[in-house]
């Protein structure tokens, strides 16, 4: 997966029309603009009109940073930690502990940082940590996560209007950036209601599924759920990586995994996480994984505009953490995507058997060899084809 940016707060400086709206000190973690004026002392460096017009797109970015800091942060940076602590009640450390997880680099006791807006978010979820209704370890864990799945999103929604503004409207990369700073306000409503409202249907449907787990018996305690992990990658992608323009790597990527996506959510399976070239997912029963696996395998090898995937499918229990999960079913369908051919879908034994007794002739084996399969040992795989089972029907 790409490396994420480290969420950094706007500057605190920008002109504001409204005298009584003046923003606190700019904190010490927060990359102010540069001064342009600086680069223009340099003799020779840069011509009168270049320097005109780097001052004048300065000045732009500034006033658009500061009218969409205005409308994000809903107010003054005015408090410290320690004023938290002292005006709002709210411990030093769950304050530290909460900006940390959430990406931001910490700040120290005396920083004037936080606004009022702050102030109820942090100390919401403190409140439930001093009642005792949840640990400071799960407060850190919903941190963390927020922190790291809006700042994916945030960078997603930024990156996708850019690139829009780029394809759409014709305009050079900084251009592009402008637009979309002027253009998130008149968006920011809308955004707002559809993070909300995924949130929402999101949460309800893992509810479901968390609550059909309290029906099962005999649960194994380290390794509760019994799911259906596969894992799918681009064949040769390293070496397609190497000669392909940025764009276009960045397009292909963007296809793969749009389509995959497509391919999961409609075989009723879900995304765990994507790694560049590499997607992980996972579905609640063997004959929705072969589905999945299967018609991943066949659409992508099928599209034009991509190398073929091979996928590694297991079926079996795991434990689930952090938006992840984990266990030796996990370790095992990694590990055979890695020797999968391309094109093909390989599974062991066991999931070879699960899927058959699930749906009897809707999946097939092609041949079975032994391999050493790193960490694991050896272990007999089969290619995975299908047979009397339908094709999906991805609506498209």
């Known amino acids: 997966m790409e490396d ?28 102010e603009l540069p001064d342009l004026s600086q680069d223009a002392a340099e003799p020779a ?4 009109a270049e320097i005109l017009d780097l001052n004048r797109r300065f000045a732009a970015v500034r006033r658009s940073v500061g009218a969409l800091e205005k409308v994000l942060l809903q107010g003054p940076r005015k408090y410290s930690r320690r004023d938290l602590a002292q005006q709002q009640e709210i411990p030093e450390r769950l304050t530290s502990v909460y900006w940390r997880s959430l990406g931001f680099t910490p700040v120290d006791e005396d920083t004037v940082v936080f606004t009022d807006e702050d102030a109820y978010a942090i100390g919401d979820l403190a409140a439930i940590v001093e009642e005792g209704t949840i640990s400071e370890r799960a407060f850190a864990s919903i941190s963390r996560g927020m922190g790291f799945h809006m700042g994916r999103l945030a960078m997603w929604i930024t990156e996708a209007l850019v690139d829009e503004a780029k394809h759409a409207g014709g305009l050079d990369d900084s251009e592009a950036r402008q637009q979309m700073l002027d253009t998130v306000p008149e968006l920011l409503e809308i955004f707002e209601s559809q993070v909300m409202f995924t949130f ?30 596969g894992f799918a990658d681009l064949v040769q992608f390293t070496r397609l990586a190497q000669d392909m323009p940025g764009t276009e790597l960045a397009d292909m ?69 952090y938006g992840d999960v984990f266990g030796p079913t996990v370790n095992l369908a990694a590990r055979m995507e ?50 009397r089972s339908a094709p999906l029907d991805m609506g498209l």
Do not use: C, N
């Not at 297991?314 to 689930?320: E, I, L, R, V």
């Open 253 to 321: 990527v963007g296809r793969f995994e749009s389509l995959s996506r497509d391919v999961i959510s409609v075989g009723g399976g879900r995304v765990v996480k994507t790694v560049g070239d590499e997607i992980m997912f996972l579905a609640d029963t063997p004959e929705d994984g072969a589905q999945i696996a299967v018609s991943l395998a066949e659409t992508i090898t099928e599209s034009t505009d991509l190398p073929p995937v091979r996928v590694g499918l297991a079926w079996g229990s795991m434990f689930s953490r």
């Open 45 to 48: 460096s840069l011509g009168d």
């Open 200 to 229: 929402r249907r999101q949460l309800a449907a893992y509810a479901a599924r968390a609550g059909s787990e309290v029906l099962h018996r005999d649960t194994d305690e380290l390794f509760p759920l019994q799911r259906a992990v």
């Open 4 to 31: 994420l940016e480290r969420p950094a707060d706007l500057s605190g400086t920008a002109p504001s029309d409204d005298p009584s709206a003046s923003q606190g000190p700019v904190p010490r973690e927060t990359a």
């Open 338 to 387: 890695s020797v999968a051919r391309p094109g093909t879908v390989v599974v062991d034994g066991d999931t070879a058997d699960a899927v058959a007794q699930a749906l009897p002739g809707g999946f097939t084996l092609a041949g079975g060899e032994e391999v050493e399969l790193h960490g694991i040992g050896t272990v007999r795989v089969h290619e995975m084809l299908r047979d």
